[in-house]
């Protein structure tokens, strides 16, 4: 029987509301809540290329979206280089065997993608027994996640991204509900997840205040949280962020906050929403619990200094923790938005944070990844780790181990036998 008909639901606070958050596996980007954290998981703190690796496979291409796993397989999407041949890789859990390595869609003509971004970026999601893996504009699909036949797929959802696509989808009830915030269009749209077809599609209602494109693009993912007992999609985009009715796609209240290039996914703590954007004010804290347009209303605090613009925040208790594109961590009081610690480190970072019993860690774009101690009072550095290569995907969780994605292989960490 699958585990996820195991009865391993579990009660959710309204702080985990997030989308997909009935699930304990790590099914989509930054895991079941949406939030980087892994409640009950014991991870490893010490690993290298030849300690604590219970296995490494080897992959070609160039792909940064971050693993997921389910019923006993770990899912990545992937792609060369040059776009042309976009497909989904299923490793098994236990020994990371491939046991499939699936076309999804071919691409005669793909679009430009920056080389600092992939044409694989987009995290896929995996929830009752069917994977979803998307890469933009370029295509949708829908596969059976113990065979892998492709059950329905779409590639009518038109934005030109510019620099290549980056937005992953989320899982909520019985839609796949992803942001299209291109050059040209800037748009939401909600799937069934069953066969494919578009439940609610809304244009963004966003002035952005100029005619270039590049003002216009956005990365981000959004999140669903339940707020008083109102569940709202919060989606960023440039120069603003959305809250809509996840059923309907009906717009509840908007922020405006400034800054393009949003990528990472909003945060839901304390009955506030984070918000964080490349530029503008950078990290916005907000209450959810306003209309219309709420930016002069509804907004708790601001903060710009050593803000990252790629790598998610982790939230435990009453302090966010998070670390700069280059390499400054910092622990913030979420009540006041002030740093209550600030330390500068070497290396660049894209991955997000992922937290568990009390432990943090940040994996960097050349093979280091930290692990440190979420305390408010001081950066505790509890242990650094190194592999061959750096990460640009965000790490996953699978029972007590990591799942890590550098740009050649993917690790499984932990610390039984190696296999």
Known sequence: MPRSAVGLFIA??????????????????????????????????????????????????K????????????WL???????????????????????????????????????????SSPTPVVIDGKLFAHWGSAGTACLDARTGTILWSRQDLHCD?????????????????????????????????????????????????????????????????????????????????????????????????????????????????????QSGDQIVAVRPDGSGDVSKSHVVWKLAKSAPSRP?????????????DTGIFSCVDLRTGEPTWTARRTGRHSASLVESGGRIYACDEDGTTVVFAADPGEFKVLAENRLDAGCMASPAVIGDDLLIRTKSAVYRIGTGPTR
């Open 161 to 277: 991204h510019h620099r290549g696509p980056g937005s992953s989808p989320i899982p909520w009830e019985d839609l796949l509900i992803a942001n299209y915030d291109g050059f040209d269009v800037q748009y939401v749209v909600a799937l069934d997840r069953a066969t494919g077809q578009t439940v609610w599609k809304t244009d963004r209602t966003i002035d952005y205040g100029s005619d270039n494109g590049d003002m216009k693009k956005a990365y981000g993912t959004p999140t669903v949280v339940d707020h008083a007992g109102r569940k709202q999609l919060i989606s960023p985009g440039a120069v603003a962020t959305i809250a809509y009715e996840p059923r309907t796609g009906k717009e509840l209240w908007t922020v405006r906050h400034g800054g393009y290039n949003a990528a990472i996914r909003p945060l839901y703590a304390n009955g506030l929403v984070v918000i964080t954007t």
């Open 77 to 119: 999407t992937n792609a060369p280089a040059d776009g042309t041949r976009l497909s989904v890789v299923g490793l098994d859990a236990a020994t990371g065997k491939v046991i499939h390595d699936i076309t999804v869609f071919e691409i005669a003509d793909p679009a430009f993608c920056h080389d600092y971004n992939s044409p």
């Open 12 to 61: 959710i606070m309204p702080c985990w509301l997030a989308a997909g958050a009935w699930a304990d596996s790590w099914n989509q980007f930054r895991g079941p809540g949406g939030d980087g954290r892994a409640a009950t998981a014991r991870l490893p703190v010490e690993w290298g290329e030849t300690r604590n690796v219970v296995w490494k496979t080897e992959l070609s291409g």
């Open 312 to 324: 998610g925040q982790v939230i435990v208790g009453d302090h966010m923790y998070m670390v700069s």
């Open 63 to 74: 792909a940064w979206s971050s693993p997921v796993e389910a019923d006993g397989i770990v």
